[in-house]
């Protein structure tokens, strides 16, 4: 059974940093692009970083280039976003996933709240 188990997330002021965990289960994590997405209330889930099988990262939000580091232990099967310098806008539910979302399942995610 495919299990997401987010961790790591709470209230941060801005300017302010937290590492989020997550341990997968129930599938071969060396065989896939693995990521963290971010969703934002009353809006969609939107792919925050991304990290390869060997790897490779990708943040394809502008906004999160410099504060936020994708990382991937495939021995302890363990994906993690480090995000420093958070602002108020990085607030939502944080969920670890694959890429492509191939199967088809989602964690309860952690919360991320930015505010003073």
């Known amino acids: 059974q495919v299990q997401f188990v987010e961790s790591g997330g709470g209230l ?29 209330s009353g809006q969609k889930r939107e792919l925050v970083a991304s990290v390869g099988t060997f ?16 990382s991937r ?22 969920f670890c996933n694959t890429v492509r979302l191939e199967l088809n399942h989602w964690g309860q995610g952690t919360q991320v709240t930015v505010s003073s």
């Open 73 to 94: 232990d495939n021995s302890k099967k363990t994906v993690s976003l480090r995000m420093t310098n958070l602002k108020p806008e990085d607030t939502g539910i944080y």
């Open 55 to 70: 790897g490779d990262t990708n943040y394809p939000l502008p906004s999160v280039k410099g504060r936020f580091t994708i």
């Open 12 to 40: 941060v002021q801005p300017g302010g940093s937290l590492t989020l965990s997550c341990a997968p289960s129930g599938f071969t994590f060396t065989r896939y692009a693995l990521a963290w997405w971010r969703q934002v």
